[in-house]
């Protein structure tokens, strides 16, 4: 069983709370939600829209047709009403037989759970728990005034929502977290609120700095004097720290970064989705240093990820790039396997600090000892050592996973995938002949990618950016060039039905 239900309006009428109750609502009656948020760069008016997708199993993304629409102004439905079927139903604002003022939004809630047939007294506790009696009160007008269309039955899955952007949060504190630096840039910004939100009770600091130059510059601070530290930004904000990446790379100062891409170049579309920035996260900086990228593809994977990103980093006195983007850090997820999340690795700080004894840290080539060396010997030497250690990390992270195989295991069809595209594809390859082959460490890349490529007849790589960056890397790693490419670079996710169409499609 799968819906795909839009709820849209302008921005500032509560579409993500609508969404939000329904979701909640949904988990305690056993259903997997998807909910998808896209909206302009505007504070008020416009026209936002949310697709949540209901399943009685996993879901992780939308497909193109919708079994409803929920509207509160005429726009919505003069822009979606098209892709509605034609056994789809619509409610809205001029179905409301009363004004509800501020509280339009959790009456269409209501009626929107009346629609699918679920007991109104989850309804009602829901919002009377989070908005208070008068909300409630009109979540419960609103159910009373429509009929039921479906009826879902109560199921007995355990099911929990997040964000990337909550996982992201969870993973630092995972890992003790000290101190979280950053300048507000959708979409990196959800990680800065998660952890400002409790840093008193978690015992870590959340600190804006002037902008992204200084937020990198201080985190090496920081760092340097044994504070574990992350910064987080999106593109824009990141090509502005890559200056302060080569000096970790020099000093060997541990720091992790968080990167949300956003399509661009430069500002772009900033509130919206791509899978553009693996080059920069690879490349960004100048010289040749380690480091250490890793692209989760769900919240369960950044949770488990960024902790790893700390341990990487702490281990080896490197940089660890955690890539996201703005589909992975705002869509909410649902899943029953919360309790399967690895146990945290623990974080130590175990190199020498100041104050326990004279350490220094130059931004040039240098002696064992910090003093400044400009030989060619040293060069030489410092250079051979940085390549040494990042064969070391290669040895290091074999032990976790690098890969993930979904799908007919057996299949000699393979799709290949990273980051968020990842809930997408297995979503499309559902009733298929295929294996998907989830590329999880960029850098290191695994040396097992090249066998299951070789092994498999048909091989197609699915990104959402227009040179197929990971094709490249895979390429320029293993020799071997993929031909058939799915890509997509309209700003806007994979819809599960339309990528199952191209797959197929290939010859």
């Known amino acids: 069983m799968r819906l795909n239900i839009l709820i849209g309006g302008k921005a500032g009428q509560g579409i993500n709370k609508v969404s939000e109750i329904v979701s909640q609502v949904l988990a305690k009656h056993g259903y997997f939600t998807f909910d998808y948020r896209e909206y302009p760069s505007l504070i008020r008016g416009g026209h936002n829209f949310n697709v949540l997708s209901i399943s009685d199993e996993r879901v992780g993304s939308t497909e193109s047709k919708l079994d409803g629409i929920v509207f509160l102004d005429e726009n919505t439905l003069k822009k979606h009403e098209q892709n509605l079927k034609k056994t789809g139903f619509k409610i809205g604002f001029s179905d409301l037989k009363q004004d509800f003022g501020k509280n339009l939004n959790i009456a269409l809630a209501g009626a929107l759970i009346c629609m699918l047939g679920i007991d109104k007294k989850i309804l009602i506790e829901e919002v009377e728990k989070t908005l208070g009696k008068e909300a409630a009160k009109a979540a419960e007008t609103g159910f009373c005034g429509f009929n039921p269309k479906f009826k879902l039955p109560k199921l007995n899955n355990k099911v929990k929502i997040m964000t990337g952007s909550k996982a992201i949060a969870e993973g630092a504190r ?89 399509p661009g170049p430069s500002t772009g579309i900033p509130t919206y989705t791509a899978q553009a920035d693996l080059d920069v996260a690879l490349k960004g900086g100048h010289g040749e240093f380690p480091r250490i990228v890793i692209a989760p593809g769900d919240p369960i994977e950044c949770i488990e990820k960024t902790n790893e990103a700390f341990y990487l980093s702490e281990k080896f006195n490197c940089l660890s790039i955690i890539l996201s983007d703005k589909l992975l850090a705002e869509s909410e997820f649902s899943f029953d396997n919360f309790n399967n999340i690895h146990k945290p690795l623990k974080v130590e700080v175990k190199r020498k600090l100041p104050g326990e004894a004279i350490v220094k840290a130059n931004s040039y080539e240098h002696d064992k000892y910090g003093n ?136």
Do not use: C
């Open 174 to 262: 995972n890992s003790d977290i000290d101190l979280y630096l950053a300048y507000p840039m959708t979409p990196a910004t959800g990680v800065m609120l998660e952890l400002a939100e409790k840093q008193v009770e978690n015992k870590l600091m959340v600190f804006q700095p002037e902008n992204e130059i200084a937020v990198a510059n201080m985190a090496l601070g920081a760092s340097f004097a044994g504070a574990k530290t992350m910064i987080g930004s999106s593109g824009g904000g990141f090509d502005l720290m890559t200056e302060a990446l080569s000096l970790q790379g020099q000093t060997e100062i541990p720091l992790v970064v968080y990167l949300a891409s956003r």
């Open 372 to 507: 400044t060396s400009e030989t060619a010997e040293t060069a030489k030497e410092n250079a051979e050592e940085r390549l040494k250690k990042y064969e070391e990390i290669k040895k290091q992270v074999k032990n976790f996973e690098m890969i993930k195989i979904f799908g007919k295991k057996e299949s000699k069809n393979l799709v290949i995938g990273w980051g968020s595209s990842k809930t997408a594809i297995l979503d499309a390859i559902k009733g298929l002949d295929y294996k998907f082959l989830q590329v999880i460490y960029m850098k290191p890349l695994s040396d097992e990618i090249k066998k299951h490529i070789e092994a498999a007849k048909k091989v197609i790589i699915v990104e959402q950016n227009v040179t197929g960056q990971l094709g490249r890397l895979i390429r320029e790693k293993t020799g071997i060039s993929i031909k058939h490419r799915i890509l997509k670079y309209d700003a806007r996710p994979f819809e599960s039905d339309k990528l199952k169409e191209e797959i197929e499609r290939v010859r």
